[in-house]
């Protein structure tokens, strides 16, 4: 909360300025997801603001596009977003540069095993695998495919924000779902066993 009163501050406004909160909704972990969504419900419920979801894995690829400066020339520029899921697994998006200047979805993001996301990469044939590429692919035959660590920087959720407010693609907040891909049992607890 301190930060986003920060943010407010450096732009002179205040919450009841706003026209919308952007919010990754996922891929991530399950706490990470839900306290930085609780946040969000605080703020959209108390000054009757619509939600604009984005996808953490798109937000990435925007983020890559802002460090490595992708232009319209790179339309062909495709990459694939990796985030270590842990458990042997991986949240995978693909996404492709448009003549928009867009990073748009060519698949949707999945939960994959590893040689599932290998398989994919393959499929995809990315410019540069994202994010935990590192990971996904040491010690395959992938491992001399481009890889950047980029992760998701909320600059660049503000860019497809503002190009979704603008599409009226927007909803309330208590019709947001966040996006685990792993289902929700792989979080529920065990029942303790009894003693004898």
Same mark, same amino acid.
């Given at each position: 909360?301190?930060?986003?009163?920060?943010?407010?501050?450096?732009?002179?406004?205040?919450?009841?300025?706003?026209?919308?909160?952007?919010?990754?909704?996922?891929? =991530?972990?399950?706490?990470?997801?839900?306290?930085?969504?609780?946040?969000?419900?605080?703020?959209?419920?108390?000054?009757?603001?619509?939600?604009?979801?984005?996808?953490?894995?798109?937000?990435?690829?925007?983020?890559?596009?802002?460090?490595?400066?992708?232009?319209?020339?790179?339309?062909?520029?495709?990459?694939?977003?990796?985030?270590?899921?842990?458990?042997?697994?991986?949240?995978?998006?693909?996404?492709?540069?448009?003549?928009?200047?867009?990073?748009?979805?060519?698949?949707?993001?999945?939960?994959?095993?590893?040689?599932?996301?290998?398989?994919?990469?393959?499929?995809?044939?990315?410019?540069?695998?994202?994010?935990?590429?590192?990971?996904?692919?040491?010690?395959?035959?992938?491992? =001399?495919?481009?890889?950047?660590?980029?992760?998701?920087?909320?600059r660049d959720l503000l860019e497809i924000a503002v190009s979704k407010f603008a599409r009226g693609e927007v909803m309330p907040v208590d019709r947001v779902?966040?996006?685990?891909?792993?289902?929700?049992?792989?979080?529920?607890?065990?029942?303790?066993?009894?003693?004898?």
């Amino acid at each position: 909360m301190t930060m986003i009163d920060e943010v407010l501050c450096q732009a002179g406004i205040t919450v009841d300025d706003l026209d919308a909160i952007a919010v990754t909704v996922g891929p =991530g972990s399950f706490t990470g997801l839900r306290i930085g969504f609780s946040t969000v419900q605080g703020l959209a419920y108390a000054a009757n603001l619509p939600i604009i979801p984005v996808s953490t894995l798109q937000v990435m690829a925007y983020t890559y596009k802002r460090k490595y400066s992708i232009r319209v020339d790179d339309a062909a520029a495709t990459v694939m977003a990796v985030l270590d899921a842990r458990m042997g697994e991986f949240n995978c998006g693909g996404y492709r540069f448009d003549q928009d200047a867009n990073f748009t979805a060519i698949i949707q993001d999945q939960l994959l095993t590893k040689d599932e996301a290998l398989g994919l990469c393959r499929k995809l044939l990315p410019s540069v695998v994202i994010g935990d590429g590192i990971e996904l692919l040491n010690g395959s035959s992938l491992s =001399g495919q481009p890889v950047q660590k980029i992760y998701p920087d909320a600059r660049d959720l503000l860019e497809i924000a503002v190009s979704k407010f603008a599409r009226g693609e927007v909803m309330p907040v208590d019709r947001v779902e966040l996006v685990y891909l792993r289902g929700t049992e792989a979080w529920k607890k065990h029942t303790p066993l009894k003693s004898a």
